[in-house]
């Protein structure tokens, strides 16, 4: 059964009455208390705020800890006495619930304006609804060892914790929690038994609880995860689960998990980019192309229509040279071994995930009994009941007829975005054809960019401005579509959390696949394929000319458009993160009558804090599955990508802890066992990347066409790949131009070079593809379907290898099961025993079954 925060649980039951009391629910920071107490103290006792500390973690009394908070602002404008009502009913059947009250008066708030009702769970409360969500509590100490230390454990010393730290509370066995055996289980203190998670309070980040209080978890936090110079260290995720529950914990696993993957991609990648740094000088095609006497004597035809000019082929000598740092022989071995990465990562993955499940107690939980609650923005719309058939009870029901105007209006809406994601890739598109023949011309005619042209041709600067005007539009797009999704949903009454999230998910991931990989996926598979050749060449609505690829291909411009749009959205990313919440604070702060914080409480300071929200962690997966298809779909172009990833998670791990340990309030707890729907995501996305990384090398790099030269077409014995240049360039005639598109100044040359495999003008198949084209075309065709088999081979066989349970999580599973019908079974006896007495033959008698009993379920398993 599932276990969520008891006081969330406990709110929700007196939250049923009423669906429409403005509470706004402030999750304060904790830290835990040793004390208890079973008597109430009247709550109209007078009090001065001043006598009391404002680091106070108590009711006034000083004995009864607060758990929740809940605050509102006193609206005198509309609806004062119907909200007043409603505050009363559910304060009402909150203390109904058994829960303690005690309320400050707006007149000792900050801002004179808002109440603060504070809430402290009695023992009595939090055992009854322990033992009614089924939650586990520990029993026993587990007698099985953690892992052992491994001698590259000494090594990674530095990047360790401390085991204080990291592993804040031993390990136990446990059972779900009964009343009616509270002996069983191991409370040494009713204060500290459950959980922070499950009982949220109030704590500071900067400095540590002082006596009587005990260590302050939210600091802990702060100084050994949410600060920037601890990058290097690894995470207390037992710690994070404690404080911010499972969903959030489980969260920074994946994170930190893959970001601890990405480390082994980085690594192969850099030495792939290495490789091709030092082998730059010595690559035959840019020597080709940058010698006078091969590609300065070789002419090539324009451009562009009419402004361009013939130009030499040695004046892209530099942009050959960056072109061969990612498209070399390395390129396809990087591409395959990013396909087997993948495998391993989401295999290990569910393993990671898999042993988490015991360590944190999950492997009984069912995420759905959270999950399919229903909403309670569902129940307040219905106006219609329906019988449950299982429960026999009427329960809120909404016709399908009165949500197919809004799902048909969702569908419109996110094809309408999507369709603008395309226009706009499209206006860029039109951008770089209209202003290459302007970058062309002026830097033809400008003698003073003569030194400028040998590393920024019109190809590249044409490239680099339109790569930075489509992320800008990104962004913006981005940013309007998240408000209108997140609106639309919410229009469409969604019954349930988990349909309001899937629903969301599919919109925004839709979306977003779109407008982040759209023109990625232009350069990488349309952008050079459909241009013609010179005298008929394919034009963009009849105006444009289509975009030609630079002579040593497309590869340079999408590594170009790839790192341009990566690098800025990840930066943009975690500036927003970080500046965003400041900001905001810094305002809500500058509003109030003071900036001192030693003047109010801690529950006033927590209060001002920025709410997180129930999205908060739906936007970091977001961001964290985009990053993800970087990394994957296009990494074939662009090997330094998982070292760039790498970076950006190493900071974002610091950032995400930092705002939520300092800038927003404490997140309402809940369980997850799993990443979600993000999971299915994932594997959709490492099954496409295969093929897209095997149509980049094939149809975007320019390794294939060396290969078929270097096999089938060299005639040089001792260098083979002599000549490779010449041979990939067609022959033009100039007088064949129509007059309409070649140059108004007359040359003396009469031929002209392009980028195809094309008969020369003297022949009778003049300007059809050749030979070598379909030669080239088939190997292109012959390495994908190769390069895909093998990869999905490999995928197969890992994971057919891989178990998704390690077999020590296994072995501990059993053995944790067994150890608790054990102690179970011996805490039964015992009981019988004291009450039937030792000598008697129904004692005996009971024994007898209950060994069976015992013996049977072990043998079992």
């Not at 411009?557 to 810094?586: H, R, S, V």
């Not at 997140?667 to 490492?686: E, F, N, P, R």
Request: hydrophobic share 40%.
């Amino acid at each position: 059964m599932g276990d969520p925060d008891l006081l969330e649980v406990l709110a929700e039951e007196g939250e049923k009455v009423n669906k429409h009391i403005d509470y706004s629910f402030q999750m304060s920071e904790q830290s835990l208390s040793s004390r208890e107490t079973s008597f109430l103290i009247n709550e109209e006792t007078m009090f001065q705020k001043n006598q009391q500390s404002k680091d106070s973690i108590f009711f006034r009394d000083g004995i009864r800890q607060i758990d929740f908070v809940l605050s509102y602002v006193d609206d005198v404008k509309k609806d004062a006495e119907l909200k007043a009502e409603r505050r009363k009913e559910f304060e009402t059947n909150l203390r109904k619930t058994g829960l303690e009250l005690e309320i400050e008066d707006k007149r000792d708030s900050e801002d004179g304006r808002t109440y603060f009702v504070k809430i402290h769970a009695p023992w009595e409360v939090l055992v009854t609804y322990a033992e009614v969500l089924g939650i586990k509590m520990p029993i026993k100490e587990s007698d099985i060892p953690r892992p052992k230390h491994t001698p590259i454990s000494y090594v990674l010393g530095p990047v360790r914790l401390p085991l204080s730290v990291k592993y804040p509370h031993p390990e136990y066995f446990t059972a779900q929690f009964s009343r009616h055996r509270q002996e069983l289980f191991l409370i040494e203190d009713q204060a500290t038994f459950f959980p922070s998670s499950s009982r949220n309070r109030i704590g500071q980040y900067w400095k540590p609880s002082e006596p009587p209080n005990p260590t302050n978890e939210r600091y802990t936090l702060h100084q050994n995860w949410a600060r920037f110079s601890y990058f290097y260290k690894e995470q207390p995720l037992d710690l994070i689960k404690n404080y911010y529950g499972e969903k959030i914990g489980i969260y920074f696993v994946f994170l930190g998990f893959y970001t601890e993957m990405l480390f082994f991609a980085a690594v192969v990648g850099l030495a792939c980019f290495i490789y091709g740094l030092l082998s730059m000088e010595h690559n035959t095609s840019s020597t080709e192309i940058c010698d006078p006497e091969i590609g300065g004597q070789m002419i090539m035809c324009p451009l562009c229509d009419q402004v361009c000019d013939y130009w030499r082929l040695n004046s892209t000598c530099l942009a050959s040279k960056f072109s061969h740092l990612f498209d070399n022989e390395s390129t396809v071995f990087f591409a395959i071994f990013m396909g087997i990465w993948v495998t391993l990562f989401l295999e290990f993955w569910k393993q990671r995930q898999a042993r988490l499940e015991y360590e944190w107690d999950l492997v009984d939980f069912e995420e759905e009994q959270q999950q399919l609650q229903l909403r309670p923005e569902f129940e307040a719309m219905c106006k219609h009941r329906k019988l449950n058939a299982v429960t026999k009870e009427m329960e809120p029901y909404m016709p399908l007829y009165t949500r197919i105007p809004w799902y048909f209006l969702s569908g419109a809406t996110v094809t309408l975005w999507m369709s603008l994601v395309v226009t706009s890739m499209v206006a860029v598109i039109v951008y770089r054809l209209s202003v290459f023949a302007t970058f062309a011309s002026f830097m033809e005619s400008d003698a003073s960019l003569k030194q400028v042209k040998s590393f920024l041709t019109p190809q590249i600067t044409t490239s680099l401005t339109g790569s930075c005007l489509n992320f800008i539009v990104i962004l913006i797009l981005n940013f309007f579509y998240e408000k209108i999704s997140a609106w639309i949903t919410k229009m469409e009454i969604p019954r349930t959390y988990q349909e309001y999230e899937s629903s969301l998910t599919l919109k925004m991931f839709l979306f977003q696949f779109v407008n982040f990989y759209s023109s990625c996926f232009y350069v990488a598979f349309f952008k050079g394929k459909f241009v013609g050749y010179p005298g008929k060449y394919t034009y963009l609505f009849n105006e444009w000319r289509s975009e030609e690829c630079d002579p040593g291909g497309c590869l340079i411009e999408l590594t170009t458009q790839l790192t341009i749009i990566m690098t800025g959205k990840q930066i943009f990313g975690n500036i927003k993160e970080a500046i965003y919440p400041l900001a905001l604070n810094w305002w809500r702060r500058r509003k109030a009558r003071t900036n001192s914080e030693k003047l109010y409480s801690r529950w006033e300071q927590d209060h001002d804090l920025e709410s997180f929200g129930p999205l908060g962690l739906f936007y970091e997966y977001l961001e964290t599955v985009t990053q993800f298809g970087f990394v994957t779909l296009f990494v074939a172009s662009f090997p330094l990508a998982p070292l760039l990833a790498l970076i950006n998670n190493i900071v974002e791990i610091r950032v995400d802890a930092w705002k939520l340990t300092t800038q927003y309030r404490r997140t309402v707890a809940s369980k997850a066992h799993s990443i979600g729907v993000w999971q299915d995501i994932l594997y959709g996305m490492a099954v496409l990347s295969v093929a897209t990384n095997a149509f980049i090398v094939a149809f975007t790099s320019d390794i294939i066409p060396r290969l078929v030269y270097y096999y089938a077409y060299s005639t040089n014995a001792t260098q083979p790949m002599t000549g490779y240049v010449n041979n990939s360039l067609s022959v033009f005639l100039i007088a064949d131009f129509p007059n309409h598109t070649a140059p108004s100044e007359k040359r003396d040359f009469i031929t002209c070079r392009y980028r195809d495999y094309r008969y020369p003008p003297d022949d009778e198949n003049k300007y059809f593809h050749n030979m070598q084209f379909w030669h080239v075309l088939a190997a292109k065709m012959t390495f994908i379907i190769v390069m895909e088999h093998v990869v999905f081979l490999v995928k197969f066989l890992l994971a057919w290898m891989i178990p998704d349970v390690p077999k020590d999580v296994v072995e501990r599973i059993k053995r944790e099961k067994l150890m608790t019908i054990k102690i179970l079974h011996d805490f039964e006896l015992n009981k019988l025993k004291e009450n039937l007495g030792i000598n008697s033959n129904e004692f005996a008698k009971h024994v007898m079954i209950e060994e069976n009993k015992a013996q049977l379920a072990k043998s079992t398993l």
